[in-house]
């Protein structure tokens, strides 16, 4: 009896997860397909925009950022300002030297950062710092990081579609270096994860309310940020570029596609590396709260970890039905996975990491909110924040 109660618990289970990756792949804005792209149009006036850079400790990439900013092939007013945010490196000299060797040194200001003022993220406050020193006739601002290069055609493109479609902010998940095993191993699924938890089509689909963008690249209206209450509104966000395209969206439509022509430069060479940047922050994406930290546990595991073991039950008990199913999920979460997989110029063999992979995700969470409850909060770039900063 209890033999047969088994059964057919096994089989239920593989029966849902199957029927929960059938719901994935045609009912979550088809996420997998990774084909929001941007593309470089025309429009009649080019607008004047100001590139805003937050820049902390950033000497090994700002000056081929700042490059990359001031070669932009655009044909409306282009300035530049980098926010040296109490560097304790050269940042600031090497941002300067950039422009100087592109004879474009009047198009570029550093500014020294001020001190973090309480209730402020980093980042938030640095960027703030960048609009308050913009012209107040600037009509869009260009928030990127220190550590990402821009080909010449990606700010045409990103103003073509703002002003063509009338888009409060266009923003773009630039490419991550993915050349190192860890790299190889967890940030096609980091991709895949966060385009999951953020359809980009749904994203861009101005009747839902979803709202998700990614702060290496957002190209946002000044007008709609100054009337939605501007940076102050959400000065202490941790998870800054989502947090301001909730507070956008709410003005009007935005748009969040992949980017083909903006490069990361960070490269993570270690675990260690990958785990600090999702453990600093994903329980803050959680809200602090234990009830979702479940459910996001729950999840992971009954899509990730669950059909692998009913894989291994349903052979070891002669039970097709079981080991079918679930094999069948195998497969189906792997063909999702394959576009981002390609995306990446990577062999079809690497969807075998999902699994794993988010397995690793899942501790990152639950570290995540054991330093929170430790009292450690997020730490990044030399700034610890209070736990309960972020809420």
Not at 31 to 42: H, P
Not at 103 to 129: C, E, F, H, I, N
Not at 214 to 232: D, F, H, I, K, Q
Not at 320 to 331: I, K, M, N
Request: positive net charge; charged residues 15%.
């Amino acid at each position: 009896m209890a033999y047969r109660w088994q059964c057919l618990m096994s089989l239920a289970f593989a029966v849902a997860v199957f029927l929960a990756w059938i719901v994935l792949y045609l009912a979550r804005g088809a996420f997998w397909r990774a084909d929001q792209r941007l593309v470089v149009g025309e429009i009649a006036e080019w607008p004047a925009v100001t590139a805003v850079v937050p820049a902390r400790n950033e000497a090994a990439g700002i000056a081929a950022c700042v490059r990359g900013i001031l070669a932009q092939d655009y044909p409306g007013t282009l300035y530049l300002i980098v926010i040296d945010d109490q560097s304790v490196d050269d940042t600031a000299e090497l941002a300067q030297s950039a422009a100087a060797e592109l004879g474009a040194a009047s198009r570029l200001t550093v500014l020294r950062g001020k001190d973090l003022p309480a209730g402020w993220a980093g980042k938030v406050w640095a960027m703030q710092q960048g609009v308050e020193a913009a012209a107040g006739d600037t009509p869009y601002l260009w928030f990127t990081d220190g550590d990402i290069v821009h080909a010449p055609q990606v700010l045409r493109a990103l103003v073509a579609k703002a002003v063509a479609e009338k888009r409060v902010l266009v923003s773009l998940m630039v490419r991550l270096s993915c050349q190192t095993l860890w790299e190889r191993w967890l940030i096609p699924p980091f991709l895949f994860f966060f385009q999951k938890l953020y359809p980009f089509a749904w994203v861009n689909d101005s009747r839902r309310r979803l709202a998700g963008a990614a702060g290496g690249c957002m190209l946002v209206a000044r007008a709609a940020l100054e009337t939605s209450g501007g940076l102050p509104a959400m000065r202490g966000a941790l998870i800054d570029d989502c947090t301001l395209a909730a507070q956008l969206k709410a003005e009007g439509p935005i748009w969040l596609g992949l980017a083909d022509h903006s490069i990361s430069l960070r490269r993570y060479t270690h675990l260690q590396e990958i785990w600090r940047m999702v453990a600093r922050s994903a329980y803050v994406q959680l809200e602090f709260r234990p009830s979702r930290l479940l459910i996001a546990t729950l999840a992971m595991l009954f899509l990730y970890l669950l059909p692998w073991v009913l894989l291994v039950l349903g052979l070891m008990n002669g039970q097709p039905w079981v080991w079918g199913l679930s094999l069948a999920s195998l497969l189906l979460s792997w063909r999702i996975f394959w576009p981002t997989l390609h995306d990446y110029r990577l062999s079809p063999m690497w969807a075998l990491s999902l699994q794993p992979a988010a397995w690793l995700y899942t501790l990152m969470t639950l570290d995540s909110a054991r330093r929170h409850y430790g009292g450690r909060g997020g730490a990044w770039k030399g700034r610890v924040y209070p736990a309960e900063r972020g809420r």
